[in-house]
């Protein structure tokens, strides 16, 4: 077994999983800014999340992406590869000089992540429901194993109106899969209009539970509750854990705001200046 | 020789032969594991699953989790075996396939069970006619259509054997054992079964027992064919290609769709090097209703249909 399971997790992470939050949101809308592409909308509504997951819950070590004993992350929302591949860089997987590569031609920072390309992707993505299957086979390999690793995985909300999400909900729910974590980025809003209107999802918590599995609703920009919710140990649980992260898109520049222009828009040189005053 | 269950007048059924082959790597491999989706019959595996319950993951009728699934179990290090008919497997989860398996470049092998026209009256739902049209595509896939169960346990040995994504297709048609003078199976290598310089036949899976069967016919009139057997797809032995184009006249006979398969990519690499007279033999598309043997029959794809085929190509040499 890795060292990885056995390593100690900081006494009080926040302090830092709060400064990366806020580095995630300005590493990745220079990202976007720079490559006048992107998708910065969800980058800010999943940035505390994914802070809370490489600086307090993940156990792994960058200079062994494929030890067989790290916790795995699957960002299903590929799309979000702003926020995805700052925090990659910050977590020690790749140098930040690479992040000014993004989406400029031949760089390993394509629009979607691409495990071939970089340490730290576990699965290539980009098309929605297709993080969630495949963190049910790794949990499936783990629970074989009765191995300690643990599988995490982000969906946006709109992504949930694919079916494959709920074959693979059934799924893990029959076989109790309490390895099995999902965060969903519940900002409500998808690419053209809110989630509600185009095919709603509430009540999402009872259809999780419905599907066998343990609900936590939590504010998704709230580090402290995140963090324990993520950070409390599977063992008994006897059920996969699903994380209902309320989230606001564009959350921390007040012009983004869940706004859903945002979800793919790219700011000029003014909303770019002002972002950065704003995000500190 | 493989164990296969030999059926009426020495016919084998080539799931025998994947199930046993299975067994007998899983006995050693303590990483293979098999995905289905319901399909534990259908794909031979129930002394599989009697044998090693704790080793099978069925997610019941769910042809994108049974892919996705394989493509996690293999990122948690085992070598799974997804295994469905092919219909379902290739059709309903094309983009798992793609983006998980073959994008994202991981070892899973995927078994597409009873492909062809093998459910005969069940119709073009469930045939699978068009699962190397839209493979074919895939980059880092390797495709294999064993002829019979002895290249079907060498397919899956050397699936088992390669570090990446492998696709075996596994008819439920029985066939005859072929005869071989040399048994040798090597990916990405056409098999040389008969020689002759008057004509080449590129045959797979159950169709080579056939092409051989219209070369002995045609070898009596005095037409020399050679068969090729091109039981990988991909990657694609393009010399032996450009080889048998030699012969001035090349017949593709496959249990496929005319477009996008063997012929589609036989013709593409003929085209390329050297435009000789060539006809494709293979279903045009949805089939009328009818039998394995009756739509056999109907489009030609009889020892006395290719040979009849054959026949119209040479005349078309120039």
Known sequence: MSSLASAPLRNDPLETIRAKALWIRRRSFQMVYEAQLGHPGGDFSAADILATLYWGVLRFDPSQPNDPGRDRFVMSKGHCTGAFYSALAGAGYFPEELLSTYMQPLSKLNGHPNRNYLPGVETNTGPLGHGLPVSIGIAIAGQMDSAPFRTFVLTGDGELQEGSNWEAALNAGHRKLENLTLIIDRNRLQQGAGTEETASLDPLDDKWRAFGWHVEMVDGHDHQALYDVLSASPAGRGKPLCVIANTIKGKGVSFMHDNVSWHHGVPNKDQFEQAMRELV | ?318
């Open chain 2, 1 to 318: 020789m493989s164990a296969a269950t030999a059926t009426a007048a020495n016919l084998f059924d080539c799931r025998d032969s994947f199930s046993r082959t299975l067994e007998s790597l899983a006995e050693a491999d303590p990483r293979i594991v098999t995905v289905v989706s319901d399909s534990v019959g259908s794909s031979k595996l129930v002394n599989f699953r009697k044998r090693w319950p704790e080793r099978m993951v069925n997610v019941g009728i769910a042809e994108q989790t049974v892919v996705a699934v394989g493509a996690g179990l293999a990122n948690g290090g085992k070598v799974p075996f997804v295994s469905a008919a092919s219909c379902f497997l290739t059709a309903r989860a094309l983009e798992q396939i793609k983006a998980d398996i073959a994008y994202t470049n991981v070892n899973v092998k995927l078994i597409g069970q009873s492909s062809g026209i093998a459910y005969g009256e069940l119709g073009p739902t469930h045939h699978s006619i068009e699962d190397l049209a839209w493979l074919r595509l895939l980059n880092n896939l390797t495709l294999i259509v064993p002829s019979d169960p002895w290249e079907t346990e060498q397919a899956i040995r050397a699936a088992a054997a390669i570090d990446g994504p492998v696709f075996v297709r596994v008819s439920r048609m029985p066939v005859p054992a072929i005869e071989r003078k040399v048994q040798k199976f090597e990916v990405g290598k056409a098999e040389l079964l008969r020689d002759g310089d008057d004509l080449a036949i590129i045959a797979n899976g159950v169709m080579v027992h056939r092409a051989l069967a219209a070369a002995a016919a045609l070898a009596a009139d005095g037409i020399e064919a050679r068969v090729v057997n091109m039981s990988t797809v991909n990657p694609l032995d393009e010399a032996a290609i450009i080889a048998a184009a030699e012969t001035g006249a090349i017949l593709t006979v496959e249990e496929h769709s005319v477009r996008g398969g063997l012929g589609g990519a036989v013709a593409e690499v003929i085209t390329e090097h050297n435009p000789v007279a060539m006809h494709r033999m293979g279903f045009p598309g949805f089939l009328p209703t009818g039998s394995v043997e009756w739509l056999l029959e109907h489009y030609g794809l009889t020892p006395t249909g290719i040979a009849g085929a054959a026949r119209t190509l040479i005349a078309r040499k120039r």
